[in-house]
């Protein structure tokens, strides 16, 4: 309900004939609206959270093809196709909220973290084996990468896909964090 009909959309009698429950079964377990939107929030970071665990675990098998950076285009392009557009769309509504709440960004911040971390270890792992990326260039690079990703995912969300396929998104996100590497050195050789 929160993804197709947003925020002002979502209330305890709508949630009670959707359920397909008793009238006031939604405001016997959730007293306030605000009680309700914190328990959207918690099953959308439940469900991204077990998403986002599952992915890595995928990530470790080459053969499931969600590894590297060919692997991160893949899984992000998903929300752009059911279920994973509605819950998107969810999320963005109750981001929205979350800058006004902070038990509501609390409950959102899990799910970004996990989000977070999955872009982190794609870009070290981005780097030839062997080397020692510098610690601040990787979290450079993983920052440069999920403002891409929320960046694509929005345009999903808006209905205005910017890009079509995991192919596409891969060029991008292997061109962003070369792209910070670059920038890096440069800065670092007029440092010198």
Known sequence: MLGTNGVHGVSHP???DRAGVPPGTASFYFRTRKALLHAAAARVAELDVADFSRMAELAEDPAAQF????????????????????????????????????ELATTLDESAQRLYTLARDVVAHWHPDG??????????????????INGIMLTFVAGQPAVDSADHL?????????GVAVVRERGAGCEG
Do not use: C, F, H
Request: aromatic share 4%.
């Open 14 to 16: 709508r949630v009670d």
């Open 67 to 102: 590894t590297g950076t060919a692997g991160l285009a893949r899984i992000v392009m998903y929300v752009n196709s059911e279920p994973w557009l509605t819950r998107a769309k969810a999320r963005y509504e109750l981001a929205l909220l979350a800058g006004r709440d902070p």
């Open 131 to 148: 080397s020692a990326p510098d610690p601040a260039l990787v979290e450079d690079q993983a920052i440069a990468t999920l403002a891409l």
């Open 170 to 178: 891969d060029r991008l996100i292997q061109g962003v964090i070369a």
